[in-house]
C-alpha cells in the first residue's frame, strides 16, 4: 500500500488543504497499521508516536469525517443497503457507550451502516451506532434508532428500494417506512414465531413451501396492518427457504434481493483487513468519527484494490471465446475474471498481497481508480 499515496484522494472529499492532508496522513496511517486503534495509527505517522497521537486527536476534534460520508453515495445504484453489524468491546467496562450484545454477555454496540452496491462488496454512505447502554441512557430504543438512521438517508435514498436483513421485519418499522413513503425490500425472520399474513378477505396465508419451489402471495397484510407483497423461494441445494417481503412487484422485490452485494462481506474487509474492532475510543462522538474515516479510507483501497486486481488477474478474452456475461470482469468486455481473479478481493490483494509493478503500470492503476472515485464524490447528489 505504500506504493500508493492517497492525498488526491482525500482532497476530493474535504474541501480544505489542511484538512485534507491531515485526513491523508491519518488515513495512509490506518492502511499500514490495519488497525483503528490510535496508538497503532500515530505509531505509523511522522514523527514521535505521542505527537502523532495529538494530531489525531486535533483532527477529530476540529472536523467531523461522519458530514462528508454521504459523499460516497452512488446515484446511479440501483438500491441501498443497509445492515447492522456488532463490535465487541470485551474489555470496555467503563466506557459509555458499550452496552451488552444479543447474547446479553458479550460487551459491545452495533454500527448500522448503509452502503450502495459495488462489485462484490459495498461502498458505505452513512452511519449510525447505538448499544444497549445509550438506548437506556437516553430512554430510547432499537426501533427509535432505526428510525433514526433511516430519517438520515431518506433524502439520499430518493425513489430507491432500500434493502434490510431479517432484523428489520417488524411491525413498527415497517408501518414507518410506509408512512415515509420509501420502498423497500426486506428478508423475512420466520424465527420460532413466524408472523401472520392474511389475505384481501382476512383469509390467513400459509408461509408452506418446497424444495425447487416459487410461491408469490401478492397483496397481504402483514400482521393485518401492513399492505405489502409476499415471495418466497427454496432454492435446490439450500437448508431452508427464503421469504422476502416488498412493496414492489414481488418479483422484482425477489430479484433485488439474490443481486443484493453482501455488504457483509465489507463488513469482514473492515474487521479483518483494517482492524475495525479494535478502535478503542472512550466518547461515542469520537468513535463515530474514527469509523467514519475508516469508512472513507476503505473505500479509497476498495477502488484503488480493485483497479490492481483487475490489471493483475483479469484475463484477455480471444476473438473466438463465447463468455457469459457473468464471467466478465465488471465494465468490461474483452476481459474474463481468472480464479484468483474470483478469490481475492481487490482489498486484500491491495494490502496482503505481494506484488511488483513498474512506476508507469503504478500509474495508471492509480489514476484510473482517482478518476473512478473523484467521479462518485463529485456527482451531484439528492440533498
Sequence with gaps: MNKFTILEFVRAIFDEEETAQQAAEIGQAILAARSLRMTDIASHMEGNSAAAYKRIQRFLKRNDPRQVLGRLY?????????????????????????????????????????ATPYRGRAIPCGLVTYSSKTIATNMDSRNRNHFRAFASI???????????????????LLTNLINEQLKFV??????????KFCDLKGKDVALTISPGQTV???????KGKVYLNLIGRWKEGFS??????????????????????????????????LGMTKL???????????????????SIGLLLGEELRDFLYAEPIAAEDQVPTKELVP?????????KW??????????????????????????????????LVQCPVRT
Excluded at 186 to 195: E, F, K, M, V, Y
Excluded at 216 to 222: G, L, R, S
Excluded at 249 to 270: Q, T, V
Design 280 to 298: 478503542m475510543n472512550l466518547k461515542q462522538d469520537y468513535m463515530e468519527k474514527m469509523i467514519a474515516l475508516l469508512l472513507l479510507i476503505f
Design 74 to 114: 452512488q446515484p446511479d445504484a440501483e438500491f441501498m443497503i443497509g445492515d447492522p453489524t456488532e463490535i465487541e468491546r470485551a474489555q470496555a467496562w467503563k466506557t459509555e457507550y458499550v452496552g451488552t450484545l444479543k447474547d446479553g454477555k458479550t460487551k459491545g454496540f452495533w454500527a448500522l451502516v448503509f
Design 240 to 273: 431452508e427457504p427464503l421469504w422476502v417481503i416488498t412493496n414492489l412487484k414481488a418479483e422484482e422485490g425477489l430479484r433485488i434481493y439474490y443481486c443484493r452485494m453482501k455488504i457483509e462481506e465489507s463488513f469482514k474487509d473492515l474487521k479483518d483487513l
Design 216 to 222: 408469490i402471495h401478492p397483496n397481504v397484510f402483514y
Design 186 to 195: 426486506i428478508r423475512l425472520n420466520l424465527g420460532s414465531h413466524p408472523p
Design 331 to 339: 465494465g468490461t468486455l474483452n476481459r474474463k475474471k481468472s480464479k
Design 154 to 172: 431518506q433524502d439520499l435514498l430518493g425513489d430507491k428500494p432500500l434493502v434490510l436483513d431479517r432484523e428489520f421485519s417488524y411491525l413498527e
Design 342 to 375: 474470483k478469490r481475492y478481493s481487490g482489498l486484500f490483494i491491495l494490502l496482503r498481497q505481494k506484488w511488483s509493478l513498474s512506476n508507469k503500470q503504478l500509474n495508471v492503476i492509480y489514476h484510473t481508480a482517482l478518476l473512478s472515485f473523484t467521479s
